[in-house]
């Protein structure tokens, strides 16, 4: 089991896999942020692409919108369930990967790894 210290140097990110030689990276949550607060929602919310964050995905840009409706019914269960600072920072981190993944997923062939 990981000490607190070493949980909060885990984390949950996407990266590109394919084309290789590019610079891409998006923070999605830390490990202990992920258990309390996105575990819950993708139990609750019975969510197939989000649940493979853990332990990782690769998406091509044909999951994308699947993705962002997971992504947004993430958002709206947060604002019921979690507190305002945890609502706030999901919502950020979400929109965040949203964003980058949009700018990504415009060229061909872009394959992104989550977890």
Avoid at 60 to 89: G, M, N, S, V
Avoid at 94 to 103: F, M, Y
Wanted: charged share 30%; hydrophobic share 45%; with cysteine.
């Amino acid at each position: 089991m990981p000490t607190v210290e070493e949980e909060r140097r885990l984390s949950v990110a996407a990266i590109i896999l394919e084309p290789e030689n590019r610079s891409f990276y998006v923070p999605v949550a830390t490990e202990a942020f992920f258990r309390k607060c996105w575990i819950p929602a993708i139990r609750q919310l019975n969510l197939a692409i989000v649940s493979l964050f853990d332990p990782g995905v690769d998406l091509r840009k044909d999951d994308f919108p699947l993705l962002c409706e997971e992504l947004d019914r993430i958002k709206t269960w947060a604002d019921k369930q979690l507190t305002e600072e945890e609502h706030a920072h999901i919502c950020s981190r979400i929109d965040g990967l949203i964003a980058r993944l949009k700018e990504a997923f415009a060229e061909e062939g872009v394959v992104i790894f989550i977890g």
